[in-house]
C-alpha cells in the first residue's frame, strides 16, 4: 500500500481494454507500473502517470498484484512463460477473454508457480470501464478477490462467483451468447425490411419496441426450467410456433434475403415437437441442445 492507501498494481497489456483499467486505476489515485508489448502504445498511460516497464520481469518485479488483459490466454501464455518465476507470491488477476476450460487451466499453471490466480469477465466496452455501468465477473482465489478489492472496485461492479476459476468466463460466455442471439435477431430484421428500401431509422424504433416487449421471456424461461414445467400455461405452444417459424425462411427467400443466421432453431423446434412435446413453450428446446 502507499501512504494514502492505495494498492499498487502491475497492468499487463495496453490495448483499448487494458489503457482504460489503467486509466481507471490512475483516476483512483492507485500507483500503477504499466507493460505492453509494443512500448509505444504505453505513451497514453505515462502521460497519466503510469510507471512503464521495459520488460516483463520488471512489470512481474514491481507489484505483488498483476492484472493481464491481453488479446486471448494463447498471448498471456507467450507473454508470461518466458518469465514465469516472477509470478512467484503474485497475486494473479487475468481479465483476458477466454473459456472456462482455458481458466482452470490458467490457475493450475499459476498455482504450480507459486501465484494465487483470479479469473475474470468484463462486461463493459473501454468507454465504459470506471463508470457504475460497467461490471466483472470474477472467479477463483477469494484471496486474490479481497486482496484485490479495492484496484478492481474502480473499473465498476464487481461480482464474485466462487472459487472455479471457470465459472467467471462461463458467465461471460453465457452473456455474450445472448447478446449475439440478440444481434442475430436485429441484422436479419434490418435486412429483411431493408429488402424493401424500408429505411433503418424508421424501422428501428419498431424493432426496439418489439424487442423490449418480447424481453420477458428470459424470466418466463427461468421459471420454466427451475420448475421443470414447460407446459403449465402456455400460450404459444411449440407445435404452433415450429409451424409458423419456416415462414420466417420463406419470407427471406422471397425478398432475396439469406436466412442462415436463424435456420438452426427450426430443426430443434421439428425434433422437440416430434417427440410428442409440441404442448410445451419453446424453452424446452434447451433439452436437446444438453449433449
Ligand atoms: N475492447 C472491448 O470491447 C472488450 C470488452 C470486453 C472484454 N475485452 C477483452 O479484453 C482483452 C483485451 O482486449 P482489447 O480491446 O484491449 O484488445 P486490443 O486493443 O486488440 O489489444 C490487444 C492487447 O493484447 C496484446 N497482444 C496481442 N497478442 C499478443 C502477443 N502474442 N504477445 C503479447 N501481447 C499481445 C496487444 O499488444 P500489442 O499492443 O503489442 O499488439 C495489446 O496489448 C481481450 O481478451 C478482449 O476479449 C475487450
Redesign the pocket.
Known amino acids: 500500500m502507499t501512504e494514502h492507501g492505495k494498492t499498487p498494481v502491475t497492468v499487463l497489456?495496453?490495448?483499448?481494454?487494458?489503457?482504460a483499467l489503467v486509466e481507471a486505476l490512475l483516476a483512483a489515485g492507485h500507483p500503477v507500473t504499466a507493460w505492453?508489448?509494443?512500448a509505444s502504445?504505453a505513451e497514453v498511460v505515462a502521460a497519466k502517470g503510469a510507471s512503464v516497464a521495459s520488460t516483463i520481469d520488471e512489470a512481474l518485479a514491481a507489484n505483488e498484484i498483476v492484472i493481464a488483459?491481453?488479446?486471448?490466454y494463447?498471448?498471456v501464455h507467450?507473454?508470461l512463460d518466458p518469465a514465469a518465476a516472477g509470478l512467484r507470491g503474485r497475486l494473479f488477476v487475468n481479465?483476458?477473454?477466454?473459456t472456462p476450460g482455458q481458466a482452470r487451466e490458467m490457475s493450475a499453471w499459476a498455482d504450480g508457480l507459486g501465484a494465487e490466480y483470479l479469473d475474470g469477465?468484463?462486461?463493459?466496452?473501454?468507454p465504459m470501464i470506471g463508470s457504475p455501468a460497467a461490471f466483472i465477473f470474477y472467479s477463483g482465489s477469494g484471496t486474490v478477490f479481497g486482496r484485490a478489492r479495492t484496484a478492481l472496485d474502480t473499473f465498476g461492479g464487481t461480482n464474485y462467483l466462487g472459487a472455479d476459476p471457470g465459472l467467471a468466463p462461463l458467465h461471460d460466455i453465457a452473456l455474450l451468447s445472448g447478446m449475439y442471439g440478440h444481434f442475430i435477431g436485429v441484422i436479419q430484421a434490418f435486412a429483411l425490411v431493408g429488402s424493401a428500401g424500408v429505411k433503418a431509422k424508421d424501422f428501428a424504433p419498431l424493432l426496439r419496441g418489439w424487442m423490449d416487449a418480447m424481453s420477458g421471456f428470459t424470466e418466463r424461461a427461468a421459471e420454466q426450467l427451475d420448475d421443470g414445467d414447460y407446459v403449465t400455461d402456455v400460450v404459444s405452444n411449440l407445435a404452433m410456433q415450429a409451424a409458423a417459424f419456416p415462414n420466417l425462411a420463406k419470407a427471406a427467400e422471397e425478398q432475396g434475403v439469406s436466412a442462415e443466421l436463424l435456420t438452426p432453431l427450426q430443426p430443434l423446434m421439428d425434433r422437440r415437437v416430434a417427440a410428442g412435446h409440441g404442448d410445451e413453450d419453446l424453452i424446452g428446446v434447451i433439452e436437446l441442445l444438453k449433449k
Open positions: 497489456g495496453l490495448g483499448a481494454m487494458g489503457t505492453n508489448r509494443t502504445r488483459c491481453l488479446l486471448d494463447d498471448s507467450e507473454v481479465l483476458t477473454n477466454g469477465g468484463i462486461m463493459a466496452v473501454p
